[in-house]
């Protein structure tokens, strides 16, 4: 799966850390780093990340979990949202 993160979204809120610790991790109070490719062990937990998003900055290929946003949640629309 691959994964990308919209740096000028995230807030680091730190709820995809907590929830996939194996992908994503805080480096120091506000900075994320994730690796873009994750592993199909890691599915369940990513699509709990994408869905505790509260700014919705993680876009995910791959991931179609029920329960999961779809690939492109979390792309800016045309209204900036």
Do not use: W
């Amino acid at each position: 799966m691959r994964l990308v993160v919209d740096l000028n979204k995230c807030q680091g809120y730190a709820q995809c850390a907590f929830l996939a610790p194996d992908v994503f991790a805080m480096h120091g109070e506000e900075s994320l780093v994730y690796s873009p490719r994750a592993e199909e062990e890691q599915r369940e937990k990513l699509a709990r990340a994408v869905a505790a998003c509260p700014v919705q900055a993680i876009t995910t290929d791959g991931l179609d979990d029920a329960g999961a946003a779809p690939a492109g949640a979390g792309q800016e629309t045309s209204d900036g949202r």
